[in-house]
């Protein structure tokens, strides 16, 4: 095997890692804020891409001012799916809640194929489509968003996690929910930012890939599995863990597609998943501190 | 004998009875459906309903009992009496072997990890195409025959599926009051009290979950003799939910109740012909409406709005 193509892998498994390590990050904060995992959070990404394409062809607004709509119009998708899911739920067990996630994405996804068709959509590249070669291997400007956006992220999150009010609210939450609320946390309006926190977030990753790897209204399915694999392998943590998580997803994944068979790409995230689950539930990187239930 | 005996009687009764009243015609066909999800419904119901499991990866199961049958019975041209309990024996197998890692896992990581599972059962389904015949199928499975008698019409499957049915519904009715269905409960209620009292939660989960595995398997080798050609894409993520809504539709923890699940999410499509593609939503909808406001199902949830109507208008009555 070649170097350069093992470096071709690699920096396209990195950009769809990143991808993943969004994603990831948004399941990650829900989980931590409420104890949900939320199974609508592939139908955010889908929503990102497909209200950029909205408001790009049908209110012919420039791709700069598509995308700042689109993603609070998925962010609202998110707030409306807390209030009128989760929120009025009167036997929050987990069963009830992964069957109320489940219903919930795809009740978004029908709702996207009746508006939006089945057809596949492009979103023009942020800035052009000229390959950039580096050391043999060519990458496109778009990995190079990917990248520089989730970096951007993951610092703008880890700011909110530990230097404002409502990210160590937030925290505490994700500690102990009761005693937040006794130390005068609202912890059901915590609740409600974790949606808004990572509706958004998944939106953005939405918006991000759209450009590279087209859009429809069952793309959230696959996205928001890897990037729940991606959360696995970081032991659900929102920060550094979960990017690392998911980058190394998207370089093994990459790699098993271009080295053993494109075919069975999707089987190798999922193979990891029960690997990770089976062996090390708490996470590649975390130590064993308590069962996960 | 029993209460629950006679109730099964008489839902049997009606079973048998059914064909006469339909004459054949194209119902008769959804009908010998409605038989196969509700050995579906029935099997994922004693794991979800009464150990309390999720799996969100039946369809992989049903799926390779529909493919160890079809590939056993089309390509080797084996008997396919045989090729069934072999094939349900080797979901068993497998789902015996998976059930203990996976099974140590809880709630939503149980969830996701046999919804992986599935998965890749369905990806080794599209990708194995010399064996499976990769996502256009694997055509040319035998019915069923007894002797010179081929099992070749929707009647006659009728009875036939829904004989298997019915043998499945009154073993799960018996498992259900047995020492084994009241060690469930308790393992569904609170597993650390269920091993307090010496049940061996662990073990007893597995067990249900290759029973449950096996009941799918024995329905999916059912389903590639009736159907004669098996794809992919009916063994998808979405058929696990769909299995799924119709437990929950029905009722967690009632045999009938996934019979009624079955019922109307086989049924319901047929009507809506016209809004064939959107039938998903229509599912997403009933589930999120079943969870918030008849958590316990049609079975529970009926009654309970009747005995509302009913008390209210006789309240109304007085005042």
């Not at chain 2, 269905?181 to 269920?194: P, T």
């Not at chain 2, 049940?199 to 290759?210: D, E, G, P, S, T």
Request: contains cysteine; glycine residues 12%; hydrophobic residues 55%.
């Amino acid at each position: 095997m070649q170097f350069d193509q093992l470096l071709q892998y690699s920096l396209s498994g990195l950009s769809t890692g990143a991808i993943y390590a969004l994603i990831g990050i948004g399941f990650s904060i829900i989980y931590n804020a409420t104890g949900i995992i939320n199974f609508a959070q592939g139908e955010f990404v889908m929503l990102g891409g497909m209200f950029t394409l909205l408001f790009l062809e049908t209110f012919k607004l420039p791709l700069w001012a598509a995308i700042p709509c689109a993603i609070a119009a998925s962010t609202v998708a998110g707030m409306l799916f807390e209030r009128l899911a989760i929120r009025p739920l009167r036997q929050p067990t987990p069963i009830n809640l992964v069957i109320i996630t489940i219903g919930g994405s795809i009740l978004i996804r029908g709702l996207s194929m009746l508006a939006w068709g089945k057809d596949t959509h492009a979103i023009p590249p942020f800035s052009g489509d000229d390959p950039i070669s580096i050391a043999g291997a060519t990458i496109l400007p778009q990995h190079l968003w990917i990248l520089a956006i989730t970096i951007l992220i993951v610092f703008v999150n880890r700011f909110y996690f530990y230097h404002t009010i409502s990210g160590k609210a937030m925290r505490a939450c994700s500690y102990n929910r009761r005693a937040a609320g006794l130390v005068g946390i609202d912890v059901r309006r915590m609740v409600l930012f974790s949606f808004i926190i990572s509706s958004a977030m998944g939106a953005v990753a939405g918006i991000i890939v759209a450009p590279l790897t087209m859009t429809a209204y069952d793309v959230g399915v696959m996205l928001g599995l890897k990037g729940f694999c991606a959360a696995i392998i970081g032991g659900m943590s929102s920060g550094m863990a979960t990017v690392v998580g998911g980058l190394l997803l998207g370089v093994l994944e990459s790699l098993g597609a271009g080295l053993i068979s494109s075919g069975y790409k999707d089987a190798i995230a999922f193979i990891i998943l029960l690997l990770i689950l089976f062996i090390r539930p708490q996470g590649l990187f975390g130590k064993a501190e308590s069962e996960r239930v | 004998m029993s209460r629950d005996l006679l109730k099964f009687l008489a839902f049997a009764v009606l079973v048998l009875l059914a064909p006469l009243y339909f004459k054949g015609g194209y119902l008769m066909n959804v009908l010998v459906f409605v038989g196969i999800h509700t050995m579906l419904a029935i099997g994922l119901n004693l794991l979800l309903g009464y150990a309390g499991q999720i799996s969100l990866g039946h369809a992989g199961f049903f799926g390779m009992g529909a493919y160890l049958s079809g590939i056993l019975t089309a390509t080797y041209a084996w008997n396919p009496w045989l090729a069934m309990p072999l094939a349900a024996l080797l979901v068993g197998a497998l789902a015996f072997m998976i059930g203990f890692p996976i099974l140590k896992l809880k709630g939503h990581y149980l969830a996701m990890a046999t919804l992986g599972m599935g998965i890749i059962i369905y990806i080794v389904f599209n990708e194995t195409i010399d064996l499976t015949g990769g996502p256009s199928g694997l055509s040319g499975i035998p019915s069923l025959s007894i002797g010179t008698f081929t099992f070749d019409s929707d009647v006659k499957n009728y009875y036939l599926i829904w004989s298997i049915t019915l043998g499945t519904i009154l073993l799960t009715l018996n498992l259900a009051n047995s020492r084994v269905g009241r060690a469930l409960r308790a393992v569904h209620d609170s597993e650390v009290a269920a091993r307090v009292v010496g049940v061996n939660a662990r073990l007893l989960k597995v067990q249900i979950f290759a029973l449950s595995a096996v009941i799918s398997s024995v329905a999916g080798s059912l389903y590639a003799h009736t159907m004669t050609f098996v794809a992919p894409a009916s063994f998808g993520f979405n058929f696990s939910v769909e299995l799924l809504t119709m437990v929950v539709i029905g009722g967690l923890g009632s045999i009938y109740g996934s019979f009624l699940g079955a019922a109307l999410l086989t049924l319901l499509p047929e009507f809506l012909r016209a809004a064939h593609d959107y039938d998903i939503i229509i599912y997403g909808g009933l589930l999120m409406l079943m969870v918030m406001f008849m958590p316990g199902g049609l079975v529970r949830g009926i009654p309970d709005l009747f005995r509302m109507l009913v008390k209210g208008r006789g309240g109304d009555g007085h005042a």
